[in-house]
């Protein structure tokens, strides 16, 4: 229950497209549902975060779609870039114990 | 105002040995997460500490492994007779506040162990 699953484990974008990770859980008292990007070599590092009392948050080209009903949320990349080559986790958090619950990761790969 | 600092960022162990992990969490931050990275894997928390206090060590094996933050210095996570299974990256985060405020974690860059 205290798992985040997360997919595509990798996905190959062209340049200016839209990348789109998934992510889904099961645990109905997590209420924190952060995004890290992850450069090789380099800790992670926050890229955007939603609570579930809204649906939608932008920021820049990143986006958060959150579906509390179907207890899933996914990271959109507009535009994407060649510098938005990463590894991204998605993580959430039920904020009593201040700890993350991570997914398993993405590795993005975003073709010139 | 300087990141998470975490020392070594590489560190090589034989079988047996112990290593020691300094995390130094960024100006004003009181709250210390330690994460443990396996190859091709995501992040599991491993323990909380805010300072002199141990919060949430759910994450920490039962052996070998213990974590401390002192009222001054460095927090330290400690592995003892490591095995090749320990070689991993490590992550530091440290926080401001209270988790119940969602106040955002920053990580260090990691320290990078090697079992040999």
């Known amino acids: 229950q205290q798992q985040v699953k997360q997919s595509p484990q990798s996905l190959i974008v062209q340049k200016g497209g839209i990348s789109i990770i998934n992510c889904a859980y099961e645990?109905?008292?997590?209420?924190?549902f952060p995004w890290y990007q992850q450069f090789p070599g380099k800790g992670p590092a926050l890229l955007i975060a939603i609570r579930p009392d809204v649906s939608e948050k932008k920021e820049g080209r990143f986006t958060i779609s959150f579906n509390k009903s179907a207890k899933q949320f996914s990271l959109h990349i507009m535009d994407s870039q060649p510098g938005d080559s990463a590894t991204y986790f998605c993580?959430?958090?039920?904020?009593?114990?201040?700890?993350?619950?991570f997914g398993q990761g993405t590795e993005l790969s975003v073709k010139p | 105002n300087a990141g998470v600092m975490q020392n070594p960022r590489h560190l090589v162990r034989r079988r047996g040995q112990e290593a020691r992990l300094r995390c130094s969490p960024m100006k004003g931050h009181s709250h210390v997460y330690w994460y443990r990275q396996l190859p091709e894997e995501g992040l599991k928390f491993m323990v909380y500490?805010?300072?002199?206090?141990?919060?949430?060590e759910s994450g920490m094996p039962k052996e070998r492994f213990s974590a401390e933050f002192p009222k001054e210095g460095p927090s330290i996570l400690r592995i003892q007779q490591v095995v090749r299974g320990d070689s991993a990256a490590y992550f530091c985060a440290s926080s401001p506040g209270s988790p119940l405020l969602n106040t955002e974690a920053f990580f260090g860059q990691g320290t990078r162990l090697t079992v040999v």
């Open positions: 500490l805010q300072k002199e206090n141990i919060i949430d």
């Open positions: 645990n109905t008292a997590f209420d924190y």
């Open positions: 993580a959430a958090s039920d904020n009593q114990g201040g700890k993350l619950i």
